[in-house]
C-alpha cells in the first residue's frame, strides 16, 4: 500500500475517496501477485494496465472535470466574488478542461478589438456561454481582482488547473514507460517459456523415435541379443562341446561326439532361438542350451552306434542330420 500522502494526493487528482484508493492498490497487487509468472500479455494485469492508463491519461481527454469540493467550498479568494462570477467561473472551468493547453484560455488575435484585455476575453468567451457580454465582462473582471483567475500575455490561467494538468502529464508519460516495459518483459517471459516447451517437445519427440528403433531392432541394446542376422554365426566352442560331451557320459551314461553335439546346438536355435526371447550374451546362450540338452537322448545300438545305420534315432537328431545334409 502506498503511503497516505501518496494516497490522499491520488485521491485529490482522480476525485476519489481514499477507500476508493486502496481498493486500487489491492487489485493492483492481487493482480501483480497472480498474473507475475504466467507471461500472459492479454491477461488479467494487461487489462488493469490499460484501465490504470486510462485513468492516468490527459486530463483534458477525460470526460468530467476533477472538482476538488472541500477546495471549492473553502477558497477564500472565490468567497469574496459574486454568485453570479462564480457561475461563470464554473462555465470558465469547463472551457478551460477542454482547452488544447489545459486550464487556460488562449485570446486569438481576431478578438483583439481593444486595449483593454478583459473586454477582448469577454467578448469571446460571451459566444460559448449563455450570458451576455457585460455579465461576463463584469464576472471575469471580479474573478480577475480576487486573484481567482489570472492573465499572463493573451491567456486566461486557472493555476491550480494548470499544475494539475502537469502533474497528469507526468505520470501518464512514466505510467506508458512503465507499462511498455512490463509488457516487453511479459513478452519476453513467454517467448522463453515457448522456446522451453519446443526444446522439451523436441526432447521428448527425439526419445519416442529412439524407442520405436528400438523395437524395429535399430541400436539393439545388449538384452535384445541375438538378432536374426546373428544366430547362423553361432557356434560353439571346444571348451562348450567338451562340456556337454560330459554331460551325457556323467548323467546319462551315453557317449557323444562333437558332430552329435553341433547337430543338437543347430537344433536348439531352430527351436528356441525364435526372437521371442532374448539372452544377455553368447554364455546365456550356452546356460540356455546346456539346461535344454539334459532333456535329450542319443538312442544307440548294442555296438556304440546309432540305431539304423549312421541315422539318429531322436527327433532332434534326425533334424540336426537334415541340417548337416543341408550345409554339406
Not at 493573451?154 to 511498455?180: C, F, H, P, W
Request: positive net charge.
Amino acid at each position: 500500500m502506498g503511503s497516505l500522502k501518496t494516497n490522499v494526493a491520488t485521491a485529490n487528482i482522480y476525485g476519489l475517496s481514499l477507500a476508493q484508493v486502496d481498493g486500487l492498490n489491492a487489485a493492483r497487487r492481487q493482480l501483480m501477485g497472480d498474473c507475475q509468472l504466467t507471461g500472459d500479455v492479454n491477461g488479467p494485469l494487461a487489462v488493469y494496465s490499460k484501465k490504470l492508463a486510462n485513468r492516468l491519461m490527459a486530463l483534458r481527454d477525460q470526460p468530467y472535470l476533477p472538482l476538488y469540493i472541500q477546495d471549492f467550498m473553502t477558497d477564500e479568494k472565490l468567497a469574496e466574488c459574486s454568485a453570479e462570477s462564480t457561475g461563470v467561473y464554473i462555465r470558465l472551468m469547463c472551457i478551460m478542461h477542454k482547452s488544447e493547453q489545459y486550464g487556460t484560455i488562449l485570446l486569438k488575435q481576431k478578438h483583439k478589438q481593444s486595449k483593454d484585455v478583459v473586454s477582448n476575453f469577454a467578448a469571446m468567451i460571451a459566444k460559448q456561454m449563455p450570458y451576455d457580454f457585460h455579465t461576463v465582462k463584469k464576472s471575469l473582471a471580479e474573478l480577475i481582482g480576487e486573484n481567482v483567475l489570472s492573465v499572463e500575455g493573451d491567456m486566461l490561467i486557472q493555476k491550480r488547473m494548470v499544475k494539475d494538468n502537469a502533474v497528469s502529464e507526468k505520470r501518464s508519460k512514466a505510467g506508458k514507460t512503465g507499462g511498455e516495459k512490463t509488457q516487453e518483459k511479459n513478452k519476453n517471459f513467454a517467448k522463453a517459456k515457448t522456446e522451453a516447451n519446443d526444446q522439451a517437445n523436441t526432447e521428448y519427440e527425439n526419445d519416442i523415435e529412439n524407442d520405436l528403433k528400438r523395437k524395429e531392432g535399430e541400436g539393439r541394446k545388449p538384452d535384445c541379443y541375438p538378432g536374426p542376422d546373428q544366430i547362423p554365426e553361432l557356434l560353439l566352442t571346444d571348451t562348450q562341446i567338451g562340456s556337454i560331451c560330459q554331460l551325457f557320459k556323467i548323467t546319462k551314461q551315453q557317449k557323444v561326439d562333437n558332430d552329435e553335439v553341433n547337430a543338437l546346438f543347430e537344433v536348439f536355435k531352430i527351436q528356441n532361438l525364435t526372437g521371442k526371447k532374448f539372452y544377455a550374451d553368447q554364455n546365456d546362450i550356452f546356460s540356455h542350451f546346456l539346461n535344454w540338452c539334459k532333456t535329450q537322448n542319443v538312442t544307440k545300438n548294442e555296438k556304440g552306434n546309432p540305431k539304423n545305420g549312421s541315422r539318429p534315432t531322436t527327433g532332434a537328431e534326425q533334424l540336426a542330420e537334415k541340417i548337416r545334409a543341408t550345409v554339406q
